[in-house]
């Protein structure tokens, strides 16, 4: 069974980074695309930034230039890297892991149907 868990969320002013860390097991990641999304309260989850199991990385246009997503495939972690925060960027944010069959391309989207496997989710919040 795939697990997630989230980590790294914390409160933070305007201008300030965070770095969110998805740890996961269960399974082997060069088979698995990964992903954050995020939800505000009363928003629907959008999709963050997204790696492919070929190292192919997507973000939202909302926070590219802001945010990296670095993968580390001996350790099953996810990492995301938050700078020049904005309080638009508070949400709860989630890691989330969809596999494919062993030598099969996995195409990471930002779509959140597309995943299968969720984390419980970490805060983050960005004071003006």
């Known amino acids: 069974q795939v697990q997630l868990q989230e980590s790294g969320g914390g409160s933070v002013q305007a201008g300030g980074s965070l770095t969110l860390s998805c740890a996961a097991s269960?399974?082997?990641?060069?088979?698995?695309?990964m992903s954050w999304f995020r939800q505000a309260p009363g928003k629907s989850r959008e999709g963050v930034a997204a790696?492919?199991?070929?190292?192919?990385?997507r973000y939202a246009d909302s926070v590219k230039g802001r945010f990296t997503l670095s993968k580390d495939n001996a350790k099953n972690t996810l990492n995301l890297q938050m700078t020049s925060l904005k309080p638009e960027d508070t949400a709860l944010y989630y890691c989330?892991?969809?596999?494919?069959?062993?030598?099969?391309?996995?195409?990471?989207?930002?779509?959140?149907?597309?995943?299968?496997?969720w984390g419980q989710g970490t805060q983050v919040t960005v004071s003006s």
């Open positions: 269960g399974y082997t990641s060069r088979n698995y695309c």
């Open positions: 989330a892991a969809e596999g494919v069959g062993p030598g099969a391309y996995c195409y990471a989207s930002l779509v959140q149907q597309e995943y299968s496997y």
């Open positions: 790696i492919d199991n070929d190292g192919t990385i």
